[in-house]
Structures are given as C-alpha cells and as structure tokens.
C-alpha cells in the first residue's frame, strides 16, 4: 500500500535551517506530483509547496518563497523540503502528500494519501 514518512523535524531558533524528507513506497512514485502542508494548532491545514512529478515546476505559498526549496529524488523516491531563515510562525506539524496525478496542485483536496507529519518548532 501506498506509505509516506516524513522525517527531519524538531526545535530551532529563529533564523535557523531544517530539511524535511519524505520517503514514499508502495507506489511508482515518478508519476506523480507531491506536496508539503502544514498545520498549526487551532488553525487549518494550509498548502506550503508542491511539485511536479518531474521536478520541472513547483509551487510555494507566499508567505515561504525565497525561503523554502522543494525538490525531489525520484530515483530513491523521496521529496524534500529544505527550510531557511525559520520564523516562530512556521511552527506546525509538517506533512507530505501524494498528489491525484503528475501536476503540481496547491490545494489539500486534490491529493490522496499523506504521511503522519513532522512537527516544526521554531523558537524566538
């Protein structure tokens, strides 16, 4: 069956750096576009980043571009999410998720599977 699992997650200050990966199995992960969403408690789950099954184009929420990088290795079928310059209001629980085909989709509704989640904690 289809399994994601993100790792990476933890606690850093404001400013610093992580990179969330998400290992994929069950499914050719190649065909299809991924993303990476986030929620924080008492607040609903928002879109962070996505991309094409190719890599070629992707998606970032406003509020991270120019800090996030989202990237793929579909070799060993594994998406990452590398975060910089983190601020207290990126804290959340970070999750991956398939999407229903090969494009890039910003939104929760056209993905199908997901993994469990990292939590993010960033301290000011």
């Known amino acids: 069956q289809v399994q994601l699992v993100e790792s990476g997650g933890g606690l850093v200050q404001a400013g610093g750096s992580l990179r969330l990966s998400c290992a994929a199995s069950?499914?050719?992960?190649?065909?299809?576009?991924m993303g990476w969403f986030r929620q924080a408690p008492g607040k609903e789950r928002e879109s962070v980043a996505a991309?094409?099954?190719?890599?070629?184009?992707?998606y970032y929420r406003d509020s991270v571009k120019g800090r996030f990088t989202i990237s793929r290795d579909n070799a060993n079928n594994t998406m990452y999410l590398q975060m910089n310059s983190l601020k207290p209001e990126d804290t959340a629980v970070y999750s991956c998720?398939?999407?229903?085909?090969?494009?890039?989709?910003?939104?929760?509704?056209?993905?199908?599977?997901w993994g469990q989640g990292t939590q993010v904690t960033v301290s000011s």
């Open positions: 998720a398939r999407g229903r085909g090969g494009g890039v989709y910003s939104t929760q509704y056209e993905y199908d599977y």
């Open positions: 069950g499914h050719t992960f190649s065909n299809y576009g």
């Open positions: 991309i094409r099954w190719n890599g070629v184009f992707k």
